[in-house]
């Protein structure tokens, strides 16, 4: 104080008010071009944590990666609880749509066999089998591997099956082709699925962020047809943008859209949703 305020009395030098205290706050921020973590900002941040809880639910990798995205936005940090209740909030939610979707697939076989890993066979329980690699090729440790392969394959069986009907799997590497050996890029792929009267268009809008939408009009139903950044209906005429929005008439109403989450290098959307 007495080096910014030579020859003053300190005695008489009271604090800045709240309001005061504020505007120099934001005077500092817009100084170094960073900006308050505004409940918009929250919002966004707790999307960014569900997605992140589908890659993993370990709370520290989804705090890194929140931290980093706040880094590179240039958003002030909020306080910890906010961070610790909200990564909190995403993991326990995540832990419920698997464990909703896990009970509502599981078969009493599937189940037994489950229960089973956890049972000990020779002072071993039969899940530290997935870890044991054959020592060598004599017979007695070949007939161990017939007989895990035997054992593990329906469960292989359900996972891949579960996998598949909890969302559809598209590797990013779908919307690159070569023409004339130059790398073209699609802006869009259409997806088929068994369980949808209509095909799904996945729309590229740049990096790491797309759109997948029902193919299906909101006016009276017509499947639509994919054109550039856009679809269109050739039964009445109505037009939707690449995120799903009504921009042209008769229709009214936005297209049904799907959460979408971009795992390394795999698209994966979400059918249960949306």
């Not at 259409?190 to 209509?198: A, G, R």
């Amino acid at each position: 104080m007495a080096r910014y305020f030579p020859g003053k009395n300190l005695s008489v030098i009271s604090p800045p008010s709240i309001p005061t205290r504020r505007a120099l706050q934001h005077s500092i921020l817009d100084l170094f071009s960073f900006r308050l973590c505004d409940s918009t900002a929250k919002a966004d941040l707790e999307r960014r944590a569900q997605h992140l809880a589908r890659l993993s639910t370990q709370p520290v990798y989804i705090l890194r990666e929140i931290l980093q995205y706040l880094k590179q936005q240039r958003i002030v940090v909020p306080i910890y609880t906010f961070l610790q209740d909200m990564v909190g909030r995403v993991v326990s939610a995540e832990r419920r749509r698997v464990s909703n979707l896990l009970s509502d697939a599981l078969t009493t076989e599937i189940s037994q066999q489950l229960d089973a890993l956890l049972c000990a066979d020779e002072s071993m329980y039969r899940v530290s089998i997935l870890k044991h690699e054959p020592k060598d090729f004599s017979y007695k440790e070949l007939r161990q591997e017939s007989e895990r392969r035997q054992f593990f394959a329906p469960l292989h069986e359900f996972a891949r099956q579960f996998l598949e009907t909890t969302g559809i799997s598209i590797p990013v590497s779908e919307f690159i082709y070569f023409s004339k050996e130059k790398q073209v890029t699609r802006q869009y792929i259409i997806v088929h699925h068994d369980k949808l009267e209509f095909p799904i268009c996945l729309f590229r809008i740049k990096d790491n962020d797309y759109s997948a939408l029902w193919m299906k009009c909101t006016h009276q139903g017509s499947e639509l047809n994919a054109s550039g950044d856009h679809l269109y209906c050739s039964s009445h005429g109505s037009e939707f943008d690449s995120k799903g929005k009504a921009i042209h008439g008769p229709a009214e109403k936005n297209l049904r859209s799907f959460p979408i989450t971009v795992q390394g290098d795999k698209i994966i959307i979400e059918l249960t949703k949306g």
